[in-house]
């Protein structure tokens, strides 16, 4: 005969005030029997192992306890009524399992021996536990008895996943919610079953065991029994980290340091070390989630021992590793490793999408932070400008040629090319951009030529505003005798617009690009007439808002003096809408 009882059993709450982590619903309860509030059904949902099969016990004993005249929020323990009930054979509490019971025909057989009056208690108690396994039968069948039971009957149901019962059945009932119980409550608890049972164990192992049962009470009971016989009387960290497959702080601070030094080869290697002990890779990676947690913590809120329950020598590796992080890179790294647990709750290789989630920290935190860029912005860099933002319609009709690889230099040091030198000086400008897109910047003696790249960009240095920041520029950079010789691919001069005659585009050749002032084209055809239509004025006004909007085309329109003549889009947006 076995005469070890588990812990989880032999210090299983008895009364009340006993229960660890659910005073709401005992509170309720309690009032309810000193009010004499008896309710016909409760039902009492929440995860595993939280008190709720105990809950419904300690309310049965309450309810039949023969110590008073009528029910008691004390029960004595003593009487025979409390003591059969406490060994689940009493002939008046009836403990069912839905998941073997879920049938008409078993809901049937139920209600025909509700008629029959206790045998020796005040109620019959029925308590049926996972009762979402009940079929859609079932359930129905039960609706007009648990509506109106007899007055000698009290159901109590207790289920796991209350989404699974009908709203019919929820309406008949007292719902209480058993949340999961707070890490510190587990922990006193444990302590206390520690202390009866004459055994010594570490804060750190207790916080390991709390951290594994994840709110569940009687899971970290469990645990600390399965410790207890792997350690003996004395319970360390890493035994207990042994008896439970789990993986220390070193390891989960050395993936976290592969992932800040962007080492892939270290990173892969402590997950692979990991995996090679046999640890669940699920139960690793949640404990990553956690490590994560607690530096976003030690950034965000500092790291007290109020926060973070640590040695001291912890808490100051906590405070190293978060040196070399910002709050973005921390955020991310909770979003990866959050997603990578989910889908490898259902993989059947779980360590490639740990490896996957480590790669994936490991580029995240090459992202240049938002408030950089915008700073990069507003300084007029905008070479980062370009990088971050897509070409605007007019950027594309323009048509620019692509710039030459020689870069600009963050200055002009001693000995800097001509090139060098007029981008140093024009750096923050609106000339900037366009000098940047030159083929090449010459000096020969007195004489600066500029192969511009293009027609259009040769005819905007020409002439205009940009004309006089480029002579300002030149002659600030190269003295006031400098003389400026504009071209479009290097030749001859084009000549500025008049000031009697309108400025006029550049030619184009038929696919659209400028044809070069040096290349001589026969004129094509006149095409037919055609007329234009307008664009409504309420779209133009639209557009040209739009256009003001984009930094690049908004610029340009400024300096040219641009004109909305006409609105494709707009024109385009109306037909659709006609169709």
Avoid: W
């Avoid at 812990?7 to 009340?16: G, H």
């Avoid at 049972?197 to 192992?205: C, G, L, N």
């Avoid at 580029?363 to 990069?376: A, D, G, Q």
């Avoid at 000549?495 to 006029?504: F, G, L, V």
């Amino acid at each position: 005969m076995m005469t070890y009882q588990p812990l989880a059993l032999k210090y299983r709450p008895q009364k009340f005030t006993e229960v660890v982590g659910q005073e709401v619903a005992t509170t309720t309860l309690r009032n309810a029997i000193d009010a004499d509030r008896i309710a016909h059904a409760y039902l009492f949902s929440g995860m595993r192992g939280v008190g709720k099969t105990t809950a419904a016990r300690i309310l049965a004993k309450s309810l039949n306890c023969h110590s008073s005249e009528g029910p008691t929020v004390e029960p004595c323990d003593t009487c025979e009524s409390c003591r059969e009930i406490m060994a689940s054979r009493s002939i008046d509490v009836l403990e069912i399992d839905g998941a073997s019971n879920t049938s008409v025909d078993d809901v049937r057989d139920l209600q025909e021996n509700l008629i029959y009056s206790p045998a020796r208690d005040r109620y019959k108690v029925y308590i049926v536990d996972e009762v979402h396994m009940l079929s859609k039968s079932a359930f129905n069948a039960f609706l007009k008895t648990l509506e109106e039971p007899p007055k000698h009957v009290v159901f109590i149901f207790a289920t796991t996943e209350i989404h699974k019962i009908p709203p019919t059945v929820l309406s008949r009932c007292q719902l209480f919610d058993f949340g999961r119980v707070r890490a510190d409550a587990i922990a006193d608890r444990l302590r206390a079953i520690c202390s009866a049972e004459k055994v010594e164990a570490e804060d750190a192992a207790i916080e390991l065991i709390v951290f594994a049962s994840e709110g569940s009470i009687r899971d970290a009971i469990s645990a600390l029994d399965q410790t207890i016989n792997f350690a003996g009387g004395a319970i360390t960290y890493e035994a207990a980290l042994k008896a439970l497959g789990m993986i220390g702080r070193e390891e989960l601070r050395r993936l976290v340091d592969a992932v800040i030094e962007q080492n892939a080869e270290e990173a892969f290697a402590a997950v692979r070390d990991v995996a090679d002990t046999g640890v669940d890779m699920r139960l690793f990676c949640r404990q990553l989630i956690r490590h994560v947690r607690d530096l976003m913590i030690a950034r965000v809120a500092g790291d007290s021992e109020q926060l973070l329950p640590y040695s001291e020598r912890e808490r100051e590796l906590l405070r190293e590793q978060v040196q070399r992080l910002s709050e973005e890179d921390i955020i991310r790294f909770f979003d990866i490793l959050v997603r990578a647990d989910s889908e490898m709750q259902l993989s059947a290789s779980p360590q490639y999408h740990l490896e996957a989630a480590a790669v994936k920290m490991i580029h995240s935190s090459r992202l240049t932070p938002l408030s950089e860029v915008i700073s990069r912005l507003q300084s007029g860099e905008l070479q980062a400008a370009r990088a971050v933002m897509a070409p605007s319609p007019i950027e594309q009709q323009l048509e620019f040629e692509s710039p030459s690889p020689q870069r600009a230099v963050p200055g002009a040091p001693k000995g800097a090319t001509p090139r060098d030198r007029l981008l140093a000086a024009a750096r923050g400008t609106s000339l900037h951009r366009i000098l940047d897109m030159a083929r090449s910047v010459e000096l020969d003696g007195k004489v600066l030529h500029i192969a511009a790249g293009s027609a259009v960009n040769a005819s905007l240095l020409s002439g205009g505003e940009f004309n006089s920041t480029l002579k300002k520029v030149a002659r600030e950079t190269f003295g006031d005798d400098i003389v400026l010789d504009v071209t479009a691919t290097g030749g001859a001069t084009p000549s500025p617009p008049s000031a009697a005659e309108p400025e006029q585009a550049p030619d184009l050749v038929p696919d659209g690009s400028p044809v070069a002032a040096d290349e001589e084209e026969a004129p094509p055809p006149a095409p037919p007439e055609e007329t234009v239509a307008e664009a409504p004025e309420g779209a133009s006004t639209e557009t040209e808002r739009k256009v003001k909007q984009d930094p690049l085309a908004g610029r340009l329109f400024r300096e040219l003096d641009g004109t909305i003549v006409h609105d494709y889009g707009t024109e385009k947006d109306e037909e659709e809408q006609q169709g």
